[in-house]
């Protein structure tokens, strides 16, 4: 379990600034997220007002037109949902970058008695070399499940069947394999 510590204003001084050159990202990133929050809200009253009006009063037109409308907040759903993970995703991994490059900057600066005290290999690999961290991985879904998840909105709203999508890559190195044996 992670430990829950409140930062101080200078720690969130420190974030705002690496946030600070990706300004447009983090905004269209707010904002998507909150288009997909307020349609996911917005379905179940969708629902109830097509049941309420269309059904009981058994208009088929009404119907078709209010089944259109939940198909359109569906696609609008799923749509600022890609979105919004896109921008965040963009902008996390940006920020890690300008970590890196910083901190990479930072050790090129030090004198020649830091490294003779110090294994370099051990430096670089540790702070500079991209690895996944234990504890940013408890935290953040992997990434084939955040894509996995968001293929699964798109066959849903297309109506498909999403068990082919958790498939699709056993199919695929299947495939690979009888085209290698088909060319010895």
């Not at 569906?74 to 996390?92: K, P, R």
């Given at each position: 379990m992670v430990p829950q510590t409140s930062?101080?204003?200078?720690?969130?001084?420190?974030?705002?600034?690496y946030l600070s050159p990706y300004k447009?990202?983090?905004?269209?990133?707010?904002?998507?997220?909150?288009?997909?929050?307020?349609?996911?809200?917005?379905?179940?009253?969708?629902?109830?007002?097509?049941?309420?009006?269309?059904?009981?009063?058994?208009?088929?037109?009404?119907?078709?037109?209010?089944?259109?409308?939940?198909?359109?907040?569906?696609?609008?759903?799923?749509?600022?949902?890609?979105?919004?993970?896109?921008?965040?995703?963009?902008?996390?991994?940006?920020?890690?970058?300008?970590?890196?490059?910083?901190?990479?900057?930072?050790?090129?600066?030090?004198?020649?008695?830091?490294?003779?005290?110090?294994?370099?290999?051990?430096?670089?690999?540790v702070h500079v070399i991209p690895r996944?961290?234990?504890?940013?991985?408890?935290?953040?879904?992997?990434?084939?499940?955040?894509?996995?998840?968001?293929?699964?909105?798109?066959?849903?709203?297309?109506?498909?069947?999403?068990?082919?999508?958790?498939?699709?890559?056993?199919?695929?190195?299947?495939?690979?394999?009888?085209?290698?044996?088909?060319?010895?």
């Amino acid at each position: 379990m992670v430990p829950q510590t409140s930062l101080s204003h200078a720690q969130w001084r420190r974030i705002l600034r690496y946030l600070s050159p990706y300004k447009l990202p983090v905004i269209l990133a707010v904002l998507t997220k909150m288009v997909a929050s307020a349609m996911f809200l917005a379905l179940p009253a969708g629902v109830q007002h097509i049941v309420d009006t269309a059904l009981g009063s058994h208009d088929l037109t009404r119907l078709n037109q209010m089944t259109a409308l939940l198909l359109g907040a569906f696609a609008v759903l799923t749509l600022a949902s890609i979105a919004g993970n896109y921008y965040t995703n963009m902008t996390g991994e940006r920020v890690v970058r300008d970590l890196r490059v910083q901190l990479y900057a930072h050790l090129q600066t030090l004198s020649l008695r830091f490294f003779n005290e110090r294994r370099v290999g051990e430096l670089i690999s540790v702070h500079v070399i991209p690895r996944p961290h234990i504890e940013v991985e408890r935290i953040l879904p992997h990434r084939g499940e955040v894509i996995e998840g968001e293929a699964r909105e798109v066959a849903a709203l297309q109506g498909g069947d999403d068990r082919a999508l958790t498939g699709g890559s056993r199919a695929l190195e299947a495939e690979s394999k009888s085209e290698k044996q088909l060319k010895k």
